[in-house]
């Protein structure tokens, strides 16, 4: 066998080598960007669980503070910037809280519905759906709210 002869084995088997290690090296970069993409998009989604989730609390205290007898009282232009934004984040938690179990209890509490549940065990609720877990300690009574 000749320079010749081994060089014609040596040559395919170096060219299918480099496509081998090129293809590898690709899926590996794929798989990794992947994982980091994906990672990106939870982070991305938790944040905006948590401004809804702000949302909610902001909606419940405003509601909290509402009080039909002062609505009375109220100057026409207040009056027509609190429905505004009671409205607006009533809309926004509606259709942003994927578990409608709660979609209804919330918006039968804003509704004044007679079984509906507390602004406490509401907010207990969501806070286990964003940490994904019932809570082990905590319970709704222990949130503290002033009046």
């Known amino acids: 066998m000749d320079i010749n002869d081994w060089f014609q084995i040596i040559m395919p088997l170096a060219i299918i080598q480099t496509l081998l290690s090129f293809w590898i090296k690709s899926r590996i970069e794929l798989s990794i960007k992947?994982?980091?993409?994906r990672q990106l998009e939870d982070y991305r989604f938790s944040l905006l669980q948590k401004e809804y989730s702000i949302k909610l609390a902001e909606l419940l205290t405003r509601w909290i503070e509402f009080d039909q007898n002062d609505y009375d009282s109220m100057a026409e232009d207040f009056k027509m910037?609190?429905?505004r934004t009671l409205n607006k984040l009533s809309m926004e938690i509606f259709l942003w809280i994927p578990d409608e179990k709660l979609i209804k209890e919330i918006m039968g509490r804003l509704a004044n519905k007679k079984d509906s549940l507390s602004v406490r065990q509401l907010i207990f609720e969501l806070?286990?759906?964003m940490h994904n877990k019932d809570a082990k300690i905590l319970k709704a009574d222990d949130l503290t709210l002033w009046k």
Not at 34 to 37: G, H, I, R, S
């Open 81 to 83: 910037d609190l429905n």
């Open 127 to 129: 806070r286990k759906i």
């Open 34 to 37: 992947n994982e980091y993409d």
